[in-house]
């Protein structure tokens, strides 16, 4: 007979182990299946985002800004470093020290929180029936009250970019070069484009980015995507926006990239390429024909409001699911999912989801762009801060950037927060809480925030709102 549980799980990135997790805590029997297996073939918990994606990226993104600190900035605050060069094998393997750290350390939450663990993959039938097959090739037959779908997402491939062993990678490709390409092609100026494409920059490539759209980063506040475009030029990132790639070819240890842009056709010689167009939902070999789960136009598992699937019992939550692909996303739907199993209400707010690129400056926002606000017709005001008159900012050497406050102008309700500067990461956090409590900017103006930090760049940015700004010259000026 088969073996039953109140939940199980398929998958254990952030959005499936989140949710097992909970639902034990809430004392449901429950299980997870994970079929993910490391450089090593060794099965191995955590997804993307630990394996290949934010873990990995973050490393060697904070590892590469270090270098460039050491190697351009030091001598700024008066510190004299001589012969200074990047060891990428030992960059390599902090990153994977780090990834195998994390990925363990998910295993032992699982095991400590009593989730049944197995490792290979699952198929989902009728009436929530589970069919698994171990990496060792044995099967199983699973069945569970209700069944959480969070099997995640895959890099998008496109014809005129077919991926090689050497020289075409996709991200995780591009997260274990050996060493440093000379020059370096990105297809796409999306987050993955921007972040990894610093990271080889940082180390001493000549990295192009060529990007389809015409606008740079559409989805964050104009004023700040001007704003970074202008420092990743500085920087020497060349992004070329309006370009179409139709085709490569590797000869002789080289790609060359066709593409055509305004001016025409046009060819590019690169060492190695990063394919970064966005990521699919990933369902292959999940479902079986009468497993009554259904898919939207996009591929993605089609789910409603609090994320049950057209299955009766049938959950699906995370990055195969509409919307933003992002790994906080996810995990709050795998505890909104776990807590209404086990009989609570919670909701997720699409409305909050924080959104940040951890490039130097990072550039971080919540809720609504100055652009989307202005075509929607709303009335509302902007209090905007420049890092360059903080204290800790310049104390830090880190003046660039801006944080921006856009609020409602009858009730002062904060509609959107974008920042670009440093930590902006973390700033954006307090944004998000404010805004969770319906804050309006003069709540956030009535805030202590202690002194000197570059929170206090939010404080200010919303004092701004009502021209009540101390450390600048306020545009509105009001008693
Ligand atoms: P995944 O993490 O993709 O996990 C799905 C899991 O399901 C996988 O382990 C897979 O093996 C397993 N699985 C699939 N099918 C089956 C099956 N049939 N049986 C058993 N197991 C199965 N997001 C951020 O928020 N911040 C970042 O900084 C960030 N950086 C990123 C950097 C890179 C380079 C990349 C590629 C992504 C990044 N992301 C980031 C996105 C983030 O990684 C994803 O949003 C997140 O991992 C999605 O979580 P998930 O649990 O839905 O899916
Ligand atoms: P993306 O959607 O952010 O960017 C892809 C870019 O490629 C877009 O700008 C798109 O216009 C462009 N593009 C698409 N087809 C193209 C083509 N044929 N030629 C040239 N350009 C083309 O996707 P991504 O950067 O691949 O990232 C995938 C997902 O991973 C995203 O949803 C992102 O949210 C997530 N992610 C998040 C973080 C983070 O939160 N910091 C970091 C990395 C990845």
């Known amino acids: 007979m088969a073996k039953r549980y109140d939940v199980i799980v398929i998958g ?10 909970r639902a034990a805590q809430l004392g449901l029997n429950t299980a997870i299946i994970e079929k993910w297996l490391d450089k090593e073939d060794k099965p191995v918990f955590g997804g993307t985002c630990l394996n290949v994606g934010c873990i990995p990226s973050k490393a060697l993104l904070e590892a590469s800004h270090k270098f460039v600190e050491a190697r351009d900035h030091f001598d700024e605050i008066g510190i004299k470093v001589e012969g200074i060069s990047a060891d990428i094998p030992a960059m390599m393997t902090k990153k994977d020290q780090v990834v195998g750290n994390l990925t363990k350390g998910v295993a032992g939450l699982l095991k400590t929180n009593g989730v049944t663990a197995y ?10 029936q589970i069919s698994f097959t171990g990496h060792d090739g044995k099967s199983e037959e699973l069945s569970a009250e209700n069944v959480i779908i969070a099997t995640g997402s895959v890099p998008v491939e496109i014809p005129p970019c077919p991926l090689t062993d ?31 494409g610093s990271v080889w920059n940082r ?25 970074a475009a202008k420092q990743f030029k500085k920087q020497g990132m060349d992004i070329r926006l309006g370009t179409r790639v139709t085709g490569t070819e590797v000869k002789k240890g080289k790609v ?10 046009k060819n590019e010689v690169f060492d190695k390429i990063i394919v970064a167009v966005g990521r699919r939902p990933y369902t292959e070999e999940l479902l079986a024909a009468d497993s009554g789960v259904t898919m939207d136009e ?10 049950l699937t057209d299955a009766p019992g049938v959950y699906a939550v995370g990055d195969v699911v509409r919307g933003p692909m992002l790994a906080h996303k996810g995990m709050e739907e795998g505890i909104m999912v776990a807590e209404r199993i086990a009989g609570q209400m919670p909701l997720v707010d699409y409305d909050l989801v924080p959104s940040v690129v951890y ?10 762009a100055e652009q989307t606000l202005k075509a929607e017709g709303a009335d509302y005001q902007v209090g905007s801060f420049p890092m360059a008159a903080s204290g800790r900012a310049m104390a830090n050497n880190e003046t660039t950037g801006v944080i921006k406050v856009i609020a409602d102008k009858g009730t002062d309700r904060i509609l ?45 940015a919303a004092l701004a709102v009502s021209g009540h700004a101390i450390h600048i010259a306020n545009r509105r000026r009001k008693k």
């Open 359 to 368: 490039t130097h400056p990072e550039i971080a926002w919540v809720g609504k």
């Open 166 to 196: 050497d020289f075409i990678v996709d991200s995780t490709g591009a997260l274990e070069f050996s060493e440093v390409p000379k020059r370096l092609g990105v297809i796409g100026a999306g987050i993955i484009g921007l972040e990894l």
């Open 416 to 460: 959107g927060v974008h920042i670009i500067g440093a930590q902006a990461s973390e700033i954006i956090a307090e944004a998000v809480i404010a805004m969770a409590f319906g804050a309006s900017a003069e709540d956030l103006g009535l805030t202590m925030f202690a002194h000197p930090t570059l929170s206090e760049g939010l404080h200010e």
């Open 256 to 265: 060359t990239v066709q593409y055509t842009d305004a001016e025409g056709e």
């Open 203 to 227: 180390l001493g490539s000549e990295v192009v980015l060529l990007e389809a759209l015409e606008d740079f980063l559409p989805a964050a506040d104009q004023q700040i995507a001007k704003e």
């Open 12 to 21: 254990a990135g952030p959005a499936g182990y989140h949710a097992a997790i």
């Open 298 to 307: 996009r591929g993605f598992v089609h789910v409603n409001d609090v994320c």
């Open 119 to 128: 490792e290979g993959s699952a198929k989902v039938s009728a009436g929530r």
